[in-house]
């Protein structure tokens, strides 16, 4: 699917991953709504990239919310063609604890919420829109990428809940994937190493460094542009179906 002209919908948007996917589209001829509860920052992003960008207030793990937002977007662009879920939120907490204290279950159940019911919620819903778009190149009516982690294979001590989720993402990519063929749409996951955005920054670096000692090379973060780069070459790849890239510069997590 070539991006120029289309039309993406983008969770998490407004930062980090999801807003170097944004820049990508929009620098490609594209055109991005931002799904995004941090309404200032989603609002900065669509300012600093014109009248190719929108934003609309969304809670993922809200039906009626994501629905308005799909609505939204059809009423500003006329169409979806690409879905790029990237909210998401992390946790560390261990299974039982000090004093042998259990993990919390409603801290268990919210990120459960935010990172995989919420990127279901969202991918269906769209998906559902795109199965409307005319059919292109291979009868293509569209493209789903949603965001993992590498987490979902090497989860680390205290990281069950996000692990969980993650690994979640990745098992439901090639049923989706089967679920939308007769549709003409694709879904991908990228499961993501360790990356420079506005969370990881805020890390000291005695959380940072270990990690970058298990990247093989490069020793760095990631860019949030190499994100991206991998986001349009799932776009415009057509063959590129049901499958997990882990983006990672070879890290293999220890388990702390």
Do not use: W
């Amino acid at each position: 699917m070539e991006i120029a002209n289309k039309v993406a919908v983008i969770t998490g948007g407004a930062s980090g991953l999801g807003r170097a996917a944004a820049e990508m589209i929009v620098a490609r001829g594209g055109k991005v709504m931002i799904l995004d509860r941090d309404t200032a920052r989603a609002a900065e992003v669509v300012a600093a990239l014109g009248e190719q960008a929108a934003a609309v207030e969304c809670d993922v793990t809200s039906e009626a919310s994501v629905a308005a937002a799909i609505e939204a977007t059809l009423q500003k662009f006329g169409a979806i063609h690409v879905c790029i879920n990237c909210a998401g939120v992390g946790s560390a907490m261990k299974t039982v604890g000090r004093e042998n204290k259990p993990h919390d279950l409603g801290v268990f159940d919210m990120v459960v919420k935010i990172n995989l019911i919420g990127t279901f919620n969202v991918l269906r819903l769209a998906a559902a829109a795109m199965a409307d778009n005319e059919p292109a190149e291979d009868n293509e009516r569209g493209v789903i990428i949603n965001t993992a982690s590498v987490a979902a294979f090497d989860g680390q001590v205290g990281q069950v809940a996000y692990a969980a989720t993650k690994g979640g993402v990745v098992g439901m990519t090639l049923p989706i994937a089967r679920d939308l063929a007769p549709l003409g749409i694709r879904c991908n996951t990228i499961a993501p190493g360790i990356f420079n955005t506005p969370l990881m920054n805020a890390a000291p670096d005695k959380v940072k460094q270990p990690l970058i000692e298990m990247t093989q090379f490069p020793k760095r973060l990631g860019h949030p542009p190499e994100y991206a780069a991998l986001v349009a070459h799932l776009i415009e790849n057509n063959f590129m179906n049901g499958e997990t890239i882990r983006l990672d510069g070879g890290i293999r997590m220890q388990p702390r």
